[in-house]
């Protein structure tokens, strides 16, 4: 089994910053893609950054583009979200998820870690 514990969520201002961490053990971190996920209260679960095994290749979504940063520090087996330009939109519950291949569909996602509270307020 893959665990996989999310730290560094909190309250924070309108166009502030902050850095989310996901720690991996259990299983040989490089082999997974690692997802960020996020949920708001009433709204489905939305997918919000990916990263490669190697950490070379980044995607995120439309609403975070250019605002969020997606790492890894394979070595560290750690998963990082650095988050900048924070809007009220982007409180949410902050979920890391792992899989093999990457999928679209939350669902698919065996491995997650419990979720961090990011609030952003206005």
């Known amino acids: 089994q893959l665990q996989l514990v999310e730290s560094g969520g909190g309250l924070v201002q309108a166009g502030g910053s902050l850095r989310l961490s996901c720690a991996a053990s259990?299983?040989?971190?490089?082999?997974?893609?690692m997802v960020w996920f996020r949920q708001a209260p009433g709204k489905e679960r939305e997918y919000v950054a990916r990263?490669?095994?190697?950490?070379?290749?980044?995607y995120y979504a439309d609403s975070v583009k250019g605002r969020f940063t997606v790492s890894r520090d394979n070595a560290k087996n750690t998963l990082y979200l650095q988050m900048n330009s924070l809007k009220p939109e982007d409180t949410a519950v902050y979920y890391c998820?792992?899989?093999?291949?990457?999928?679209?569909?939350?669902?698919?996602?065996?491995?997650w870690g419990q979720g961090t509270q990011v609030t952003v307020s206005s």
């Open positions: 990263i490669s095994w190697s950490g070379t290749m980044t």
């Open positions: 998820a792992a899989r093999g291949v990457y999928s679209a569909n939350p669902d698919d996602y065996t491995y």
């Open positions: 259990g299983r040989t971190f490089s082999n997974y893609v």
